[in-house]
């Protein structure tokens, strides 16, 4: 609703009743859309001496008379928060505020870059990982120890632990540290299977054919290094197969993805007194 311009959407009230009969719930949740609205006038505006707000403009996702999103206003946030501290402003802040008009139902958007008070990372304590190891989730991290505090660079690396499918919970807060500038940034986690095992059956029948059958074992986080893992067997009444898949996400230290794939083929002709065997392997980076 947020994305689709109901800026006032809210759930009133859910409701669940059981009906022992059957052993399942009816559950009703009731929600107030309120008004559609679209964007109104959108304004970059600075207090932050060097940072020039005109600059800034081409960066908002949001545009005057398209349908009110609040991913786009996140979105235009996150994207002057980097460009400004990119520009060696790490303490700018970015400051949405909307002003609706309900008359004509839109929301002026206006984005204020100020100066927030400057914080250096003491450390970055890791929570709760019985498996994965601590440098997994602090590469996910753009900072370390002793740089500048950046709200936005927290919110993307949760974002991006969230992603990696690892965790069943990511929680990242902050506590202050041994000096009034000094920020201590926790990061709770608590890790989640990651490995499955799969069979697969099949049929063919052209030549060579018959029931064909196949086992899988795939790990998403090998030894906790964040590392992808994949053995594959199969077997059929003439043929065989074997693959073997393996992924580095973080090849050589840089966020990019690097791996190689091992397969061996099998094949025997009965009738024909032949047998054939393919075998080889390829190189992935991404």
Do not use: C
């Not at 996140?74 to 008009?101: E, H, L, M």
């Not at 201590?184 to 697969?200: K, L």
């Not at 580095?248 to 840089?254: A, N, R, S, V």
């Amino acid at each position: 609703y947020y994305n689709r311009g109901y800026a006032d959407f809210r759930v009133v009230s859910w409701e669940g009743v059981h009906h022992g009969a059957s052993s399942e719930y009816t559950v009703t949740i009731t929600v107030e859309e309120g008004e559609r609205y679209d964007f109104g006038t959108v304004n970059v505006e600075s207090t932050v001496e060097g940072v020039n707000a005109e600059e800034l403009k081409g960066l908002v996702r949001t545009s005057e008379g398209s349908i009110y999103k609040a991913k786009d206003v996140q979105d235009s946030i996150s994207a002057i928060s980097k460009r400004v501290a990119s520009q060696g402003y790490p303490f700018a802040r970015v400051t949405p505020r909307g002003n609706r008009d309900f008359g004509n139902r839109t929301i002026a958007v206006d984005y204020l870059v100020d100066q927030g008070e400057r914080a250096y990372i003491e450390r970055i304590e890791i929570r709760g990982n019985t498996r994965t190891r601590d440098y997994v989730i602090r590469r996910e991290f753009d900072m370390s120890e002793g740089d500048a505090f950046n709200q936005e660079m927290i919110t993307t690396a949760k974002r991006r632990l969230d992603a990696l499918g690892y965790f069943s919970t990511v929680n990242i807060s902050t506590q202050p540290g041994s000096a009034s500038d000094r920020v201590v940034v926790i990061v709770d986690v608590q890790d989640q299977s990651t490995g499955s095992f799969g069979i697969g059956a099949g049929y063919s029948a052209g030549s060579g054919g018959g029931f064909l059958l196949e086992a899988s074992i795939e790990e998403k986080n090998f030894l906790g290094r964040g590392q992808y893992i994949r053995l594959a067997a199969g077997r059929g009444e003439d043929s065989r197969t074997y693959n073997v898949s393996f992924t580095e996400p973080y090849f050589l230290g840089y966020r990019l993805a690097a791996g190689f794939d091992i397969f061996k083929n099998e094949n025997d002709y009965d009738d024909d007194n032949y047998s054939y065997e393919d075998k080889g392997f390829s190189l992935r980076v991404t």
